[in-house]
């Protein structure tokens, strides 16, 4: 059975940087696609960052330039750092991953593309 579990999260200031990670473990440890997704209260769940598994990235324009998405493969581990945070970053931050999503991993981040979720990290910014 496949597990994803988030860890890192916290309460910060505007300006502060964060770095949450996800550790997966079970059955299959390969993925071709891997992502970061949040979700605000009464907002619907968005795609953060992707990460393939040759290693290429994708972002969201609203985090552009601030936040990096990674992966140890060794410790079957999924990082997001995240710097410059902004009040609007606030969010119940979740990692997602799926064996099959290859050609559609960079040019997408919908949540229909990954069979494989974790529980969620919060992460709170104050102005």
């Known amino acids: 059975q496949v597990q994803l579990e988030e860890s890192g999260g916290g309460s910060v200031q505007a300006g502060d940087s964060l770095n949450i990670s996800c550790s997966v473990s079970g059955q299959s440890n390969h993925y071709d696609c891997m992502a970061w997704f949040r979700q605000a209260p009464g907002k619907e769940r968005e795609g953060v960052a992707t990460i393939r598994s ?56 919908r949540p229909n593309m990954f069979g494989y979720w974790g529980q969620g990290t919060q992460v709170t910014v104050s102005s």
């Open 54 to 109: 040759d290693g290429r990235t994708s972002y969201a324009d609203s985090v552009k330039g601030r936040f990096a998405i990674s992966k140890d493969n060794a410790k079957n581990t999924l990082y997001l750092q995240m710097n410059s945070l902004k009040p609007e970053d606030t969010a119940m931050y979740y990692c997602a991953a799926d064996p099959s999503q290859w050609t559609q991993c960079l040019d997408q981040r």
